[in-house]
Nanobody, 115 residues
Framework: QVQLVESGGGLVQTGGSLRLSCSAS????????VGWYRQAPGKQRDMVAF???????NYADSAKGRFTISRDNAKNTVFLQMNNLNPEDTAVYYC?????????WGKGTLVTVSS
């Protein structure tokens, strides 16, 4: 059983930055991929950043150059550094992790960017 808990969301002004964290706990924490997704009101959940173990990060076009995904394996934590935020980034951000082809999701953290 894997639990993912996001933190770091909140209200920020346009141009500001936030750093999201995703803390993993439970058994079988050897993730072969981790990622961040987001879902804005009335829209589908979309990939923001994705990192396969041993590979290079993959970003949505809207996130390229502004967001950075990273992980600290020793602390079982995944991060999303978000810079130069704009109102279009307002959404609930979800942490994702995959173990042996099984997908795990956090409950999300809300990011609101004011204009």
């Amino acid at each position: 059983q894997v639990q993912l808990v996001e933190s770091g969301g909140g209200l920020v002004q346009t141009g500001g930055s936030l750093r999201l964290s995703c803390s993993a706990s439970g058994s079988h924490l050897s993730f072969d991929a981790v990622g961040w997704y987001r879902q804005a009101p009335g829209k589908q959940r979309d990939m923001v950043a994705f990192l396969v173990t041993g590979g290079s990060p993959n970003y949505a076009d809207s996130a390229k150059g502004r967001f950075t995904i990273s992980r600290d394996n020793a602390k079982n934590t995944v991060f999303l550094q978000m810079n130069n935020l704009n109102p279009e980034d307002t959404a609930v951000y979800y942490c994702y992790a995959r173990t042996s082809h099984v997908s795990h999701w956090g409950k999300g953290t809300l990011v609101t960017v004011s204009s």
